[in-house]
């Protein structure tokens, strides 16, 4: 089974609303929404999992029948943190029967522009490989800075990969990382594939990205989120 754990247990406060990021309505839906239709709409994803940030997990219900995703299956707490919300989803699909050789796709709740392709190519990659990483090459120079005002030294972007999600792995894998994780005091690692990272358990494999892909943090975000779902490529462009 393919299942896709949709991390949505952040409170949003640098977004500065008074409402949680991922239920901010764009074209008159949830922006968590938009992210469970991706899922909803591959042939490939079998369930929905969701991460839920505590207090709203009856309006993330609601919504989900509102607009039709049949697919959502569980509700989860969110944790403290990501890591820990990422262990209660993982630990939820467990208790709830989920296989260990299941594929699960943890992705960002407040990531609504993921493509087919990326889901496909995830869920091939870590048929093939056990690990599946979505990530882009960096564009852009990077400077090391110690206090976010000076630097003095650059980092050569030839082999930096700005990761993204979804990040997939079979669903007893990514459990014995978390346990592991816990054996050795790592408990707010940023990323699924920072905890392996950090843990060199594995060889993570990357599934090209897109930068339309992007994570809705800021207010800025927002304007290049709308900017994106109303505009269509040129005729013109190869």
């Known amino acids: 089974m393919n299942i896709a754990l949709i991390i949505a247990g952040g409170s949003g406060n640098r977004m500065g609303q008074d409402i949680p990021k991922q239920f901010m309505h764009i074209d008159d839906c949830p922006i968590i929404i938009h992210t469970l239709n991706a899922f909803q709409k591959h042939p490939d994803i079998d369930a929905i999992a969701v991460v839920c940030l505590i207090g709203w997990e009856t309006v993330l219900q609601s919504y989900a029948n509102q607009f039709s995703i049949s697919k959502l299956k569980w509700i989860f707490p969110g944790g403290k943190n990501g890591q820990e919300s990422i262990f209660n989803g993982i ?72 990761t993204q999600t979804p990040q997939t792995f079979r669903l007893g894998n990514i459990l014995k990382i978390h346990d592991l994780a ?50 269509s490529k040129d005729y013109w462009l190869k």
């Open 91 to 162: 630990s939820g699909l467990k208790e709830n029967g989920c296989a260990y050789d299941d594929l699960v796709l943890i992705h960002d709740a407040v990531r609504p522009l993921l493509s087919q392709y990326i889901i496909s190519s995830n869920i091939a990659i870590c048929k093939t490989y056990g690990y599946a990483i979505t990530g882009i090459k960096c564009r852009e120079a990077i400077l090391e800075s110690e206090d976010g005002f000076t630097a003095q030294t650059s980092i050569s972007r030839d082999k930096l990969i700005r």
């Open 182 to 231: 816990k054996e050795h005091g790592i408990l707010d690692s940023v990323a699924s594939c920072t905890l392996i990272a950090e843990l060199q358990t594995a060889q993570m494999h990357i599934v090209p990205g897109s930068e339309k892909n992007i994570k809705i943090t800021t207010i800025e975000d927002l304007e290049i989120l709308k900017a994106l779902m109303h505009t």
